[in-house]
């Protein structure tokens, strides 16, 4: 079976029906590459950003989509496994999660593996699903914020901020610059008459 087989075969198993978890996460991580893909291709064709715009915000999206899917990818794959782990037996040779039949009486893993394979499956499917909400609601964001902190930092220690002093602030005016004194000319009577 050649290269091209067996890369045939697994994308086909991620569309079976067995295995939705796959689906799942290929699909979610498909469909975050292509969310950052067009967010950058956005701000390139954006006409009313300048060059200086582009040069921060396209390599911060690029920065951000790359999180993101890291992040998606490394927390859903170890749910998935831990899910995976916990309908197959240990070092006691249980599985940690016991399946019960009609009767309540427990069903043996030597007996029974389709069921706990089939259970199995279940559990990494919601991890799956859970994994992608605890890694883009919950953790993107504390680690995009702190990766945005830790660059606004080194920013600012590139290019310090002048310091002002008091004769820089204040210009000795103690009118506001947006008023403009107007004059008035006195109002004169003339036999119950008034002129401006």
């Given at each position: 079976?050649?290269?091209?087989?067996?890369?045939?075969?697994?994308?086909?198993?991620?569309?079976?029906?067995?295995?939705?978890?796959?689906?799942?996460?290929?699909?979610?991580?498909?469909?975050?590459?292509?969310?950052?893909?067009?967010?950058?291709?956005?701000?390139?064709?954006?006409?009313?950003?300048?060059?200086?715009?582009?040069?921060?915000?396209?390599?911060?999206?690029?920065?951000?989509?790359?999180?993101?899917?890291?992040?998606?990818?490394?927390?859903?794959?170890?749910?998935?496994?831990?899910?995976?782990?916990?309908?197959?037996?240990?070092?006691?040779?249980?599985?940690?999660?016991?399946?019960?039949?009609?009767?309540?009486?427990?069903?043996?893993?030597?007996?029974?593996?389709?069921?706990?394979?089939?259970?199995?499956?279940?559990?990494?499917?919601?991890?799956?699903?859970?994994?992608?909400?605890?890694?883009?609601?919950?953790?993107?964001?504390?680690?995009?914020?702190?990766?945005?902190?830790?660059?606004?930092?080194?920013?600012?220690?590139?290019?310090?901020?002048?310091?002002?002093?008091?004769?820089?602030?204040?210009?000795?005016?103690?009118?506001?610059?947006?008023?403009?004194?107007?004059?008035?000319?006195?109002?004169?009577?003339?036999?119950?008459?008034?002129?401006i």
């Amino acid at each position: 079976m050649g290269c091209l087989d067996k890369v045939k075969n697994q994308f086909v198993s991620w569309f079976d029906k067995d295995n939705n978890a796959s689906f799942l996460f290929v699909t979610a991580a498909l469909g975050w590459v292509l969310a950052s893909a067009a967010q950058t291709v956005g701000l390139l064709n954006n006409k009313e950003l300048t060059k200086e715009d582009k040069k921060f915000l396209v390599p911060q999206e690029i920065m951000d989509g790359t999180a993101n899917i890291g992040m998606y990818a490394l927390v859903t794959t170890r749910l998935m496994k831990g899910a995976e782990k916990l309908t197959r037996p240990g070092k006691s040779g249980k599985p940690f999660i016991n399946l019960k039949d009609e009767t309540g009486n427990i069903l043996e893993y030597a007996k029974h593996p389709e069921q706990y394979a089939k259970m199995g499956r279940n559990l990494k499917t919601g991890a799956a699903i859970l994994g992608g909400i605890i890694s883009t609601c919950i953790l993107t964001p504390i680690v995009r914020n702190a990766f945005a902190a830790y660059m606004k930092k080194k920013s600012d220690e590139k290019t310090p901020e002048q310091k002002l002093t008091l004769q820089d602030n204040y210009s000795g005016r103690t009118q506001p610059f947006f008023t403009k004194t107007y004059s008035f000319p006195a109002f004169k009577s003339y036999s119950g008459n008034m002129r401006i």
